[in-house]
């Protein structure tokens, strides 16, 4: 079956990096769209970063762009969101997300949280 499967979160001082990783299983990874969803304290989850299957384009929230990067590798199967310069706002719980068939399907999340 779809699995999801984030790690790397924890706590972090403002300014300083973080690198989320997530491990996919159960489906064709290489064609499949990956996405990086992030839900901060009382806030509606959002889409942060995307990167395609066919040719790895990659979309960012304004929120995120300059500072965020997501890259993929095909042969491990796993999307990796690199995180710069962090600020207190970053503070969510960062969730992979794919759509397969129709389907969304999500990890556990992993928690990231910025403060000094």
């Known amino acids: 079956q779809v699995q999801l499967v984030e790690s790397g979160g924890g706590l972090v001082q403002p300014g300083h990096s973080l690198t989320l990783s997530c491990a996919a299983s159960?489906?064709?990874?290489?064609?499949?769209?990956m996405n990086w969803y992030r839900q901060g304290p009382g806030k509606e989850r959002e889409l942060v970063a995307r990167i395609f299957g066919t040719w790895n384009t990659t979309n960012y929230a304004d929120s995120v762009k300059g500072r965020f990067t997501i890259s993929r590798d095909n042969v491990k199967a796993t999307v990796t969101l690199q995180m710069n310069s962090l600020q207190p706002e970053d503070t969510a719980v960062y969730y992979c997300?794919?759509?397969?068939?129709?389907?969304?399907?999500w990890g556990q999340g992993t928690q990231v949280t910025v403060s000094s």
């Open positions: 159960g489906f064709p990874f290489r064609g499949a769209g």
């Open positions: 997300q794919t759509r397969i068939g129709g389907r969304a399907y």
